[in-house]
């Protein structure tokens, strides 16, 4: 999967933000100023995402293209490697994991935020 995909499918989620808070070469994405995914521009071959621990480490166990986020909280994130050996269909399936991931911890006044975005 290429980054453009990564980019467009990301973009297109519900309040969905894309910064580059860290530098200019690490392209965030955040819905309600939440991160959920994170790849780098300059080495495109990972994408970083959010996951439920027990999800994490059952991903880890299974596919040898996941494991735990370079620079992240390896309990709650993995990266994903982008080079082939992870399914497409997988790869997208983790970014709304991901995403639905941080949803859930929204404060109310974010989740009615959230809520009323059309």
């Given at each position: 999967?290429?980054?453009?995909?990564?980019?467009?499918?990301?973009?297109?989620?519900?309040?969905?933000?894309?910064?580059?808070?860290?530098?200019?070469v690490?392209?965030?994405?955040?819905?309600?100023?939440?991160?959920?995914?994170?790849?780098?521009?300059?080495?495109?071959?990972?994408?970083?995402l959010?996951?439920?621990?027990?999800?994490?480490?059952?991903?880890?166990?299974?596919?040898?293209?996941?494991?735990?986020?370079?620079?992240?909280?390896?309990?709650?994130?993995?990266?994903?490697?982008?080079?082939?050996?992870?399914?497409?269909?997988?790869?997208?399936?983790?970014?709304?994991?991901?995403?639905?991931?941080?949803?859930?911890?929204?404060?109310?006044?974010l989740?009615?935020?959230?809520?009323?975005?059309?």
């Amino acid at each position: 999967m290429d980054i453009e995909t990564i980019r467009d499918y990301c973009i297109r989620k519900k309040g969905t933000t894309e910064e580059f808070p860290f530098d200019n070469v690490t392209l965030v994405f955040k819905v309600m100023g939440k991160m959920y995914a994170c790849i780098g521009l300059d080495n495109p071959g990972w994408l970083s995402l959010k996951c439920a621990p027990e999800y994490a480490l059952e991903l880890r166990e299974h596919h040898s293209g996941i494991e735990g986020a370079y620079h992240f909280n390896k309990k709650y994130w993995n990266q994903v490697s982008l080079q082939g050996n992870i399914d497409d269909k997988l790869i997208l399936s983790l970014i709304d994991h991901s995403y639905e991931e941080v949803i859930k911890k929204f404060t109310r006044k974010l989740k009615k935020e959230y809520d009323e975005i059309p």
